[in-house]
C-alpha cells in the first residue's frame, strides 16, 4: 500500500474481506462467527478516522462505492484490494494446534517452474513461517490439519497446478519429524 496507509486502511480491507468470506461461507457456524467478529472490529474504530480511511483507500483505488437506489453506498473491494486484504490476512494466518495429534501428517510437494521462482521462494517462506518441516527441496511436512491454510496460500499465489496436498499415515523418518515437532 502506498506511504501514509497504516492500520485502519489494513482493517477497513479485511473486514471487507470478511464480508466477501460471509457471502461464500456455506455453513452457519462460520457465518455467525464471522458476523460476530466484524461487528466487533467495526466498534473500534473511530468514525472521523473510518471516513479518512475510507477516502483513502479510494484514492488509492483499492475500493469502489456503488451507490443504491436508497441513497445508501456500498463499498466494494476492488481486485487489487481484494489481493492486497489476502496478503494482510496472510500475515496473520497460523495453523492450530489441537490438544490430540490425530497420527497423520500433511505433506505439501510442489514443483514450480523457474519462471516463477519468486513465487516458489515465497511459498517456501511460507511453509517455514507456518513451521513446516522441509523433508526435501520440495516436499515439505506438517502434523496439523492445515489444508484450508495451504488452499489459502495457493489460491493467493495462483500455483493451483503446480501444488499437491498429501495427508500421509506415516513417514518412513517419522522419528526425526515427531522430535520436530515436540511429539515424542
Known amino acids: 500500500m502506498p506511504r501514509g496507509h ?5 482493517k477497513i480491507l479485511l473486514l471487507l474481506l470478511g464480508g466477501l468470506a460471509l457471502g461464500l461461507s456455506h455453513s452457519p ?8 467478529d466484524i461487528a466487533k472490529e467495526w466498534q473500534d474504530i473511530n468514525r472521523h478516522t473510518l471516513k479518512r480511511g475510507i ?3 479510494y484514492e488509492s483505488k483499492l475500493i469502489k462505492e456503488k451507490r443504491n437506489k436508497d441513497g445508501s453506498i456500498t463499498l466494494i473491494l476492488t481486485s487489487q484490494g481484494k489481493k492486497k486484504a489476502l496478503t494482510y490476512d496472510l500475515d496473520k494466518i497460523k495453523i492450530k494446534k489441537p490438544q ?3 497420527k497423520k501428517w500433511r505433506v505439501v510437494l510442489f514443483d514450480i517452474p523457474e519462471d516463477r521462482k519468486k513465487t516458489r521462494d515465497g511459498l517456501r517462506y511460507r511453509l517455514k513461517q507456518l513451521d513446516f518441516c522441509e523433508f ?3 516436499v515439505f511436512v506438517h502434523p496439523y ?3 484450508d491454510e495451504i488452499d489459502y496460500i495457493i489460491e493467493l499465489y495462483d500455483i493451483r497446478k503446480f501444488v499437491r496436498f498429501i495427508i500421509a499415515e ?3 523418518n517419522e522419528l526425526h ?3 520436530h515437532f515436540g511429539l515424542v
Open 6 to 10: 497504516g492500520n485502519i486502511q489494513r
Open 100 to 102: 490430540k495429534w490425530d
Open 170 to 172: 506415516s513417514l518412513d
Open 55 to 57: 477516502r483513502r483507500l
Open 177 to 179: 519429524l515427531k522430535k
Open 145 to 147: 490439519d492445515c489444508e
Open 29 to 36: 457456524k462460520t457465518s455467525f462467527q464471522i458476523l460476530k
Open 136 to 138: 526435501q527441496k520440495s
